[in-house]
């Protein structure tokens, strides 16, 4: 069974461009979910889609974040414009039934 | 506020050595509990879980975690530590949402593990 996919892993961008990232998820988890992970801090959830829709994203910053999940399969998280602060680890997990998170490589942005 | 805590940043054992990572929640209710362990460049990696029962839980790599209501807390323990047990530990919680579902995870600030030989 093939694990979560994310791409880039590695992205370096100046302040204020924009960036985008992309979650293909376990196949058939109805559930996908969106990380934050600051060096030297756990994970904290940005955004949790089921299938196409969005259960939670009261910790997503909205003003500067985006995220979408068309047709309830790949996902993709925007930043626009990037903040020196939202230089992190960017984690996509699925979940087929709620009760396991299964969790990408994740993608690592830095912010100049 | 729902919260879970790692009061230890940093540890630093000798290969073959006990282990033990510190976890404390707080939680309304009784939380799910996790234990994940993330290997640098890795995603995090599911070592074990508590939902309910048996208050000792056993995971893979030979990791097992007890759940101690009384202390809130879920500490992680390894009876002999292996050098590729050197990685982060994340320990997290979740609320109760039905059957084995939970809510959003929040996670502990980690620990990091270095393993001596």
């Known amino acids: 069974e093939a694990g979560v996919a994310q791409s880039p892993r590695y992205k370096i961008i100046e302040k204020r461009q924009s960036v985008a990232f992309w979650c293909n998820p376990i196949?058939?988890?109805?559930?996908l979910y969106w990380y934050q992970q600051i060096l030297g801090q756990g994970p904290k959830l940005l955004i949790q889609?089921?299938?196409?829709?969005?259960?939670?994203d009261s910790q997503l910053p909205k003003d500067r974040f985006s995220a979408e999940r068309l047709k309830g399969v790949d996902s993709t998280l925007k930043i626009q414009p990037a903040k020196l602060e939202d230089s992190a680890v960017y984690l996509c997990?699925?979940?087929?039934?709620?009760?396991?998170?299964?969790f990408g490589p994740g993608t690592r942005l830095t912010v100049l | 506020a729902q919260s879970v805590t790692q009061p230890d940043i940093h540890i630093t054992v000798s290969e073959g050595a006990s282990l033990e990572l510190r976890c404390n929640y707080s939680?309304?209710?009784?939380?799910?509990l996790f234990w994940y362990v993330q290997s640098p460049g890795q995603g995090l990696q599911l070592l074990l879980k508590?939902?309910?029962?048996?208050?000792l839980v056993q995971g893979i790599k030979g990791f097992e975690a007890e759940f101690k209501r009384s202390q809130s807390s879920f500490n992680l323990r390894k009876p002999s530590v292996h050098w590729s047990d050197a990685a982060e530990y994340f320990c997290?919680?979740?609320?109760?949402?039905?059957?084995?579902?939970?809510?959003?995870?929040?996670f502990g600030q980690g620990t990091i593990l270095t393993v001596h030989p």
């Open positions: 997990a699925s979940s087929q039934d709620g009760s396991e998170q299964f």
């Open positions: 196949s058939g988890h109805a559930t």
């Open positions: 889609f089921q299938n196409n829709g969005v259960v939670d």
């Open positions: 939680y309304g209710a009784t939380p799910y």
């Open positions: 508590y939902f309910s029962g048996d208050t």
């Open positions: 997290a919680g979740a609320s109760n949402a039905g059957g084995t579902s939970y809510g959003k995870l929040t």
